[in-house]
């Protein structure tokens, strides 16, 4: 019974990736998969994508069909950058501007997007909304466009440096630190200790969250505790080690059943705070 509650949390949380961007510290490698309405291709198509900071590039390419009878449909490639507005919980707002070539002709297109994702989670879904000018021979054709998808997110490399692996911690409340915040935010050691320990507790939350909804067919009645016994900081990149206990009820005898597991997050700075970018069990 105490290995399927240690699935669940591994299941949960083994996952890596992060959802919020701040102004400094992490980059992300985005591969996705979409689909476009309106004046797009109206069909599935990929793409690929850099982004550091509140900034993105991207390249997409897709298969466009032709809506016309006995008519073949055409190749569409092209790029976008984006840029993030604000961020609430696990919503991220941007504004996106592109072009591409379809078939003979060049579109250019402009809207907003919304993100969704969870912390610890490498996967995240998205919408995109705005507008299309698509330039024939003829005239330009102008109208709508919304385009729905998924990405997975690879964290890649600090641009300060790249990201060590986790430091070690021996049992009981400890830190390490070696690191100093950027001047402008005027943190003490302590405050930015502090800052580490909260992230890595907010990400510890939402994903053991995300992993007692994904399992509610199974288990029931889920209750957790999350203890953050040590933080340790290197310059842009941190960890937070600790211990997770875990209880529930299973569903299909009623049995509670629980188990105390240990792990460590991995952190990158970003801006004046800190980001959770992976989890190691211990």
């Excluded at 949380?13 to 291709?41: E, I, K, P, Q, W």
């Excluded at 078939?103 to 297109?109: L, Y």
């Excluded at 610890?120 to 102008?142: D, F, K, M, N, W």
């Excluded at 430091?167 to 830190?175: A, H, Q």
Aim: hydrophobic fraction near 40%; charge should be neutral; charged fraction near 15%.
């Amino acid at each position: 019974m105490i290995a399927k509650v240690k699935m669940m949390l591994a299941l949960g949380l083994a996952t890596v990736g992060l959802t919020t961007l701040g102004t400094a510290g992490a980059a992300d490698v985005r591969l996705g998969l979409n689909s476009s309405v309106g004046l797009g291709c109206q069909i599935v198509g990929g793409r690929v994508g850099f982004q550091e900071g509140r900034f993105g590039l991207y390249g997409q390419g897709a298969y466009c069909t032709s809506n016309v009878e006995g008519k073949s449909g055409t190749g569409s490639f092209g790029g976008l950058v984006t840029g993030d507005l604000f961020t609430f919980s696990n919503v991220t707002t941007y504004a996106l501007i592109g072009a591409e070539i379809q078939g003979s002709n060049t579109a250019i297109q402009g809207g907003l997007g919304l993100r969704y994702g969870i912390a610890l989670l490498p996967v995240e879904a998205y919408v995109e909304v705005g507008a299309q000018r698509i330039s024939t021979a003829l005239q330009p054709i102008i109208g709508p466009r919304l385009s729905v998808g998924v990405n997975y997110r690879i964290n890649v490399v600090n641009l300060q440096g790249q990201i060590p692996e986790p430091l070690k911690f021996e049992d009981g409340e400890t830190t390490q630190y070696a690191g100093s915040a950027p001047a402008e935010c005027k943190l003490t050691p302590e405050q930015d200790i502090a800052s580490a320990r909260g992230a890595a507790r907010v990400a510890a939350d939402e994903g053991l969250g995300a992993a007692a909804g994904a399992y509610g067919a199974a288990y029931s009645n889920v209750s957790y505790k999350v203890e953050i016994t040590s933080v340790g900081i290197n310059g842009n990149v941190g960890s937070a080690g600790g211990k997770v206990t875990v209880s529930a009820t299973q569903n299909s005898n009623g049995e509670r059943v629980s188990g105390v597991y240990g792990g460590t997050i991995k952190l990158v700075r970003s801006g004046c705070g800190w980001q959770a970018t992976g989890y190691t069990r211990s």
